[in-house]
């Protein structure tokens, strides 16, 4: 079969690969979309530590069960699946108390496990294990369901975040988690939501699809002083970074109001990680500052749900489609910010 292999940074190759074949625990599907992100181009790049080449990357997974192990039951070929991205041991302190986004022991497809940029993938029964596997609702189709991964992710930033009824939130960064960021914000009652960009066209793209009470470009205007005028001076009561930069989160302390909650949702580069923090400013507004490290199986099945019943529609946000030999542009359109969503079709 065909896959797409990362074999040193620099170095990734679309190749012939022999078919896998699922242990007496495991489920093989038919990849019918896996969907690129951010974190595809850090990984092609610049590798990652729990990623022992050659691997087959990808890990927004949707496909068509076609084989399973002699010792699993309640699949069969032809069940329409999402995979979970990050898999929990299920078994360690953390997990037992229910955090199982911050397990220690955590694994993940496309790091430890081949992943989905291939046609066909085994779903490992680790995965079965934590319910990792989720059967995808009649009438979400395989690219759609490829999007619960990274809105599962969003989910639980904005559990974390508490945005609810009535909040005003500014999300910084329009690429495919900020729109989810917009719409999950949406969905869940907030009063307005702005959206902030240093890329203009990216922007502009973004805000078409999200419809966003504002667009805010970062690189014409200060963020923080529209962020202010938009909320006659109070702040948003969340601001969520879903971009890697620490200005951006310095700004969001800036610009949170009274009771505000913080989310820095996406990482930073691991060499240049601190920020300045006023810390004053976290302790007279009794700001709350949180993080989000991926998502639940809970999550994964929570947001197909999303999906299905028109909550967060990600359609339209899927603006690529690309086959599978030409998964490397699609690293680059993703790079380059020229995209919302792009799903590879193996
Ligand atoms: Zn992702
Ligand atoms: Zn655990």
Redesign the pocket.
């Known amino acids: 079969m065909k896959a797409v292999r990362f074999h040193a940074p620099g170095d990734v190759r679309i190749e012939d690969v022999p078919e896998p074949t699922p242990g007496p625990g495991d489920v093989k599907i038919r990849v019918r979309n896996c969907s690129t992100c951010g974190t595809d181009v850090k990984i092609s790049k610049f590798g990652h530590h729990h990623i022992h080449p050659p691997r087959v990357m990808g890990h927004e997974i949707a496909g068509e069960v076609v084989e399973t192990g002699a010792e699993v039951t309640g699949w069969s070929a032809g069940d329409r699946v999402q995979v979970i991205a990050a898999i929990?041991?299920?078994?360690?302190?953390?997990?037992?108390r229910g955090r199982?986004t911050v397990?220690?022991?955590?694994e993940s497809m496309g790091y430890h496990y081949e992943g989905g940029f291939a046609q066909y993938l085994v779903v490992p029964a680790k995965v079965l294990a934590v319910d990792g596997l989720n059967r995808i609702p009649d009438g979400v189709g395989f690219a759609e369901a490829s999007v619960a991964e990274p809105l599962a992710c969003v989910l639980n930033g904005q559990e974390l975040a508490r945005v609810g009824t009535g909040d005003d939130v500014v999300v910084v960064g329009s690429g495919p988690i900020g729109c989810l960021h917009v719409r999950l914000a949406r969905a869940r009652g907030a009063a307005r939501v702005f959206l902030v960009d240093l890329n203009r066209a990216r922007l502009e793209l973004a805000a078409g699809l999200v419809r966003p009470d504002a667009a805010i470009c970062g690189a014409e205007v200060d963020p923080v002083d529209e962020v202010l005028k938009l909320t006659d001076g109070r702040g948003a009561d969340v601001v969520i970074t879903a971009a890697a930069s620490g200005a951006a989160q310095e700004q969001a302390l800036q610009m949170a109001a009274r009771q505000g909650r913080i989310s820095f949702f996406g990482g930073l580069p691991k060499d240049n990680p601190v920020i300045a923090c006023d810390s004053n400013l976290v302790h007279y507004r009794e700001l709350t500052i949180v993080g989000a490290n991926g998502s639940s199986p809970a999550h994964n099945a929570e947001a197909l749900r999303l999906i299905a019943t028109g909550a967060v529609p990600v359609a339209d946000l899927i603006t690529h489609r690309l086959p599978l030999d030409r998964a490397i542009d699609a690293f680059g359109i993703v790079a380059r910010g020229e995209a919302i969503k792009v799903t590879i079709e193996p």
């Open positions: 929990p041991c299920g078994r360690c302190g953390e997990c037992r199982l397990c220690p022991n955590q």
